[in-house]
């Protein structure tokens, strides 16, 4: 069983001790308060830290200090008294102030420039000028001719394109060099060894 405090299990170096106050096994170098009390007849005894704490403490509570004379507690509950509380002090100053009470007008006038002052202040969107947009139509539309003069069609540039991108030139079993395509394999591409 190891020592209830630091939990080193006993050897010669490490003797068990147990505590007088609360009987639980400490080692030796644990248990190294020594208190007196009734409970023991006045006897010093060994006692671990929790006990020799309590022990401490009882002996403070039946001898308590009185480190404040009257008249500083006096003059420190005088004091106290003549802080307002906040409660009050808040209610007072709402209570004094009238409120006047905007007639209808006034509210749908206010409304009013709420509104005006909404839509003017939010931000307006900026077209591109008609130049820049006819510009940019006039050279997709050259390019297209192009490609359409090379014999290009939309549809082969995209295949090409994703081959390029998707296609690796070797072979998805191996990683040697790719030499045939499997149409029935959704068009993977093998070596040689590996097709057959």
Not at 93 to 113: F, G, I, T, W
């Amino acid at each position: 069983m190891p020592c209830f405090q630091c939990g080193r299990d006993f050897t010669l170096l490490h003797r068990e001790a147990v505590c007088k106050g609360c009987n639980k096994i400490f080692c030796s170098k644990c248990l190294k308060y020594k208190t007196t009390s009734q409970k023991f007849n006045n006897k010093v005894v060994m006692v671990c830290f929790k006990c020799y704490d309590s022990a401490m403490n009882l002996f403070d509570s039946l001898f308590p200090t009185l480190d404040q004379s009257v008249d500083s507690l006096t003059y420190r509950l005088d004091k106290l008294k003549d802080v307002p509380s906040p409660g009050k002090v808040s209610s007072s100053l709402n209570l004094s102030v009238v409120d006047e009470v905007p007639s209808q007008e006034e509210l749908e006038e206010r409304l009013r420039k709420l509104k005006e002052k909404d839509v003017s202040d939010s931000p307006v969107e900026k077209l591109p000028d008609s130049g820049k947009v006819r510009n940019l139509i006039e050279q997709l539309t050259a390019e297209a001719k192009i490609d359409l003069a090379a014999g290009i069609t939309e549809q082969e540039m995209n295949i090409c394109a994703q081959r390029g991108e998707d296609e690796l030139p070797w072979c998805c079993v191996c990683n040697r060099n790719a030499q045939l395509r499997c149409v029935d394999c959704d068009g993977d591409l093998f070596c040689q060894s590996c097709y057959r």
